[in-house]
């Protein structure tokens, strides 16, 4: 991939999904439609009015940050304004993409919340923050969690992997809009974690970039870690196997 399309990806964006809304002491909820994220800020936990923005973050925690145990659990989020204390916490839910074990269901288990305020995007990576979160710190379901925070701030939520039996992704092939009669056909391959308005997300990006998506429906998968590759096949109608002929 381009080194520029790389950066693309994963920079923030003003364009990316968010909810917004004016909130005082009596507290309210705000929900980013389609995205499975949803801001519930308690009676009390505000003195006065403020306006107040969730927002996908559409970007990747640094690469220094990640371990091996670890992975994504959901989606990245920014919360306006950055900074901003609350007298109580305040609960965050968002949905995600993995199977999780009886264990953390049952509560026996531990997030990892790495957060990021507005004013250390431009002093370095070396801010963000890492924090176990524990019940009732955060809670557990099958298809989403609750994280209860007392101060906004850009977050990334990760998990340990042996909490989870693997993770539901969705691939999807696409091929470029225009392609040029002297070359060779291009499929594209994107995998992604099956979070709620995530395929929709990634149809957009790709047509950013000249690519389109063919006549296919998505594909659902559940990955397990098994420390191999992950190999992709590609057929045609016949189910004959594309092979790279040798150079």
């Not at 990806?9 to 917004?20: G, L, N």
């Not at 955060?138 to 039996?165: G, L, M, T």
Request: aromatic letters at 6%; hydrophobic letters at 30%; a positive charge.
């Amino acid at each position: 991939m381009h080194e520029m399309e790389q950066h693309l990806r994963k920079s923030p964006s003003s364009d990316e999904p968010y909810a917004r809304k004016t909130i005082g002491s009596k507290g309210g909820i705000l929900r980013v439609k389609g995205h499975g994220v949803t801001l519930n800020i308690p009676s009390g936990a505000l003195t006065g009015n403020r306006d107040i923005k969730v927002q996908l973050l559409g970007e990747e925690l640094p690469e220094e940050f990640t371990s091996k145990d670890e992975v994504s659990l959901c989606p990245s989020v920014r919360c306006f304004p950055s900074g901003l204390t609350f007298r109580d916490p305040v609960q965050l839910t968002l949905t995600h993409c993995a199977e999780l074990t009886e264990q953390i269901l049952s509560g026996e288990g531990e997030l990892l919340l790495y957060t990021r305020e507005d004013s250390q995007r431009g002093s370095g990576d070396q801010n963000i923050t890492r924090t176990k979160l524990v019940p009732p710190g955060c809670e557990f379901f099958r298809d989403r969690i609750n994280i209860y925070v007392k101060q906004f701030a850009d977050c990334w939520i990760r998990i340990k992997s042996n909490f989870i039996h693997g993770k539901k992704v969705g691939c999807l092939p696409f091929v470029p809009i225009e392609m040029p009669r002297t070359r060779r056909p291009i499929v594209r391959c994107s995998i992604y974690d099956l979070t709620e308005g995530h395929s929709e997300r990634i149809q957009k990006e790709e047509t950013l970039y000249g690519f389109r998506k063919p006549m296919t429906q998505e594909c659902e998968l559940l990955v397990r870690s098994t420390g191999t590759d992950l190999q992709i096949v590609i057929k045609d109608k016949k189910r004959r196997e594309f092979k790279k002929k040798p150079s």
